[in-house]
């Protein structure tokens, strides 16, 4: 399982490196043949919605932008539970 967090990344620079990023992923010769599942914590999935592949699963953390109290939360306490 390979696990990716973009959860604080919506703009720019950075959305180019972790569509790019998450399209070498899905093109790895481990995820092409399904022994990887690959899961993607995003802000939106909007940003992402030209990538798909059977093996991805998106999960989307709308709130994480609001405070940064949230982005607290989620880098260390609900990330800690979903591992």
Do not use: Q
Not at 40 to 58: G, N
């Amino acid at each position: 399982m390979i696990v990716l967090s973009a959860i604080n990344i919506y703009t720019h620079g950075p959305l180019v490196v972790a569509r790019k990023a998450l399209s070498g992923i899905l093109e790895s010769p481990t995820v092409r043949k399904g022994n990887e599942r690959v899961i993607f914590f995003c802000h939106s999935r909007a940003l992402y919605s030209d990538i798909s592949h059977p093996a991805l699963e998106y999960v989307e953390i709308p709130r994480s932008r609001r405070h940064w109290l949230n982005r607290l939360f989620y880098e260390y306490v609900w990330f800690w539970f979903w591992s």
